[in-house]
């Protein structure tokens, strides 16, 4: 899958490099240590691809997404998406951006305006991008809330009335509702129950295959990439070690530390046998 | 076999509340057993597992038995409590930088409970303290019993508190989400740490967890609660092969499944479209 598909996103050799205080403390002055977090990578992403970027904590997979979002500059290197340089973003091109890439976060209670009602929350990027008459953009939001199976009654709710599951459709809504190229989801099913975890990478599932939206999928959670990913990448210290289709990375690991990986997840099942194997470089 | 634990008609309800948290809940465990309590946010666990350990807040009404050893621990004073926490009874929580104290160094505060249960001198105790963090596998024990919590890793602390929890060789050992805050091949070294010091010492364990991958591996029996009351009890074996009941079943086909070709998952389903409900019940304030 994905090789004849047109290339939305290229990220050329990625670097981010912050100061942080030695192991002196932060009250020795002089004594900075350069941590680079994203260590030259490179990524692609087709148009209605999607990309799992997996990695443990520290492994940058987050910063990554923050480049690609513009929230973080890059130390070096390039991103290019639908061919145009977006490594530099001027504030109006910046603008323009927020409408081809949005975003959903972990944790859908601290990413949604407590304030406003659901209808209002998922119609903003509408008003914000100036798309529609107020007609067509109540339609709209009415049309993405079926398309990620809000019950219609919620659109008068106020967020704190929604269980997590729920606002975490409201995230995926919002971000679908002004049609962008790319989204980029950070950890969107980790603050959630297993059950209801269940549901949402079913939608993820289900934007994937009934949009042509391209999404970067980023989980420190092996588990559950496999059924919502065309190709995964895995992260380690900035680096990317492994990359490719979902199911060659999963069946046929090439790097010790994918396997290491892979065989760190206890099988949910009494009868399989659990032999982590262990890692070092 | 005896029970080390038999826990009898347990209700609990937080002042204030207008529901019990948990509510006639019923089980028993046998010396050296691992029993795991599995269920989503909610359900009940982490009170079930304070209820036990003496530790929930003043004004909580608890009805209900649960003898340890045959004694009543329920509604027991804090000062008859107080031995029996760390020898007899011990816990280990989700969060190990909660657990230990920033300000002084982790091998003072093993030392501290050494000697705060046995008699021994600072010396012994502190040979001791150094045994402990060399058999949850802290290298350089000796050099990190002056180390802070802030100066080791989720992981280092997390052994602090396994060595901690096990130093004192309780019979029973009450472990919260013990691995849920780390990253996954930490999480594997952890878990083969608790087994392996468990099996040694004959301990027996309640593992409350929410992952069913943890309960699948560690434990032979399992509680599976919801809503603060037990859907379904029974063997490992049965649990996962032959769930009686409609909740364990939902939750493990919600289990997402590396090793397995990608299968088809259970779409919107009763749970959520139930919260959307209750919801607007409670709604329009």
Not at chain 1, 3 to 27: F, H
Not at chain 2, 123 to 140: C, H, Q
Not at chain 2, 223 to 250: C, L, N, W
């Amino acid at each position: 899958m994905g090789e004849e598909r047109e290339l939305l996103l290229r990220v050329d050799m990625a670097r981010k490099e912050y100061d942080r205080p030695g192991p002196a403390g932060r009250l020795r002055r002089g004594k900075k240590e350069r941590f680079v977090a994203v260590d030259d990578v490179s990524i692609s992403l087709a148009r209605a691809e999607t990309l799992s970027v997996v990695g443990e904590s520290g492994s940058g997979k987050s910063t990554l997404g923050r480049m690609i979002l513009g929230l973080t500059d890059l130390t070096s290197g390039t991103i290019e998406f639908d061919g145009v340089d977006i490594t530099h973003r001027t504030p109006r091109r910046r603008r323009e951006l927020t409408r081809e890439i949005q975003v959903v976060f972990q944790d859908p209670y601290a990413s949604i305006d407590p304030r406003q009602r659901i209808e209002d929350v998922i119609r903003e990027p509408l008003d914000i991008h100036r798309i529609g008459t107020p007609t067509q953009r109540r339609e709209r939001v009415l049309e993405v809330m079926h398309q990620v199976a809000l019950p219609e009654r919620t659109a008068r709710f106020f967020p704190h009335q929604l269980s997590g599951g729920l606002r975490q459709r409201v995230s995926i809504a919002t971000a679908l509702v002004v049609r962008p190229k790319l989204i980029v989801a950070d950890e969107p099913v980790s603050a959630l129950d297993v059950s209801v975890q269940a549901q949402i990478l079913e939608l993820f599932a289900e934007v994937r295959h009934t949009t042509s939206v391209s999404v970067l999928f980023i989980s420190h959670d092996l588990g559950v990439v496999r059924e919502v990913s065309d190709r995964v990448a895995v992260m380690r210290h900035g680096r990317i070690v492994e990359t490719g289709p979902i199911d060659q990375v999963f069946d046929h690991p090439t790097h010790g530390y994918t396997a290491a990986l892979l065989s760190a997840i206890p099988p949910a099942d009494p009868r399989l046998p659990f032999h982590p194997i262990s890692y070092t470089d | 076999m005896t029970d080390l634990l038999k826990v009898q008609a347990l209700s609990v309800r937080y002042a204030g509340a207008l529901r019990p948290s948990i509510a006639d809940v019923s089980f028993s465990l046998a010396a050296g057993e691992v029993v795991g309590v599995v269920g989503e946010s909610g359900s009940g666990k982490t009170t079930l597992g304070l209820a036990l350990l003496g530790l929930l807040p003043q004004g909580t009404k608890v009805h209900g038995s649960a003898l340890f050893e045959r004694a009543e621990i329920l509604g027991v004073s804090e000062r008859e409590l107080r031995p029996l926490r760390g020898t007899l009874l011990s816990t280990i929580v989700q969060n190990p930088a909660t657990a230990l104290n920033p300000s002084f160094s982790v091998g003072s505060q093993i030392v501290a409970l050494l000697r705060r249960h046995r008699t021994l001198s600072k010396s012994g105790a502190r040979s001791l303290a150094i045994e402990w963090l060399d058999r949850v596998g802290i290298s350089e024990p000796e050099k990190r019993m002056g180390s802070y919590s802030h100066q080791l890793s989720g992981g280092m602390n997390q052994r602090v508190v396994i060595a901690m929890a096990l130093a004192l060789s309780p019979r029973l050992v009450i472990a919260d989400e013990p691995t849920s805050a780390l990253d996954v091949t930490v999480q594997a070294a952890i878990l083969r740490l608790i087994t392996e010091l468990i099996d040694d010492s004959g301990s027996s364990m309640v593992l409350i967890t929410h992952d069913l991958g943890v309960v699948a591996q560690m434990c032979s029996r399992v509680i599976v609660m919801k809503d603060g009351a037990v859907v379904e009890a029974g063997e490992v074996d049965q649990i996962f092969h032959a769930p009686r009941s409609d909740y364990t079943q939902h939750l493990l086909a919600s289990q997402p499944s590396h090793s397995a070709p990608a299968k088809p998952m259970p779409t919107v389903s009763a749970s959520e479209a139930a919260v959307a409900k209750s919801t607007e019940e409670h709604g329009h304030g």
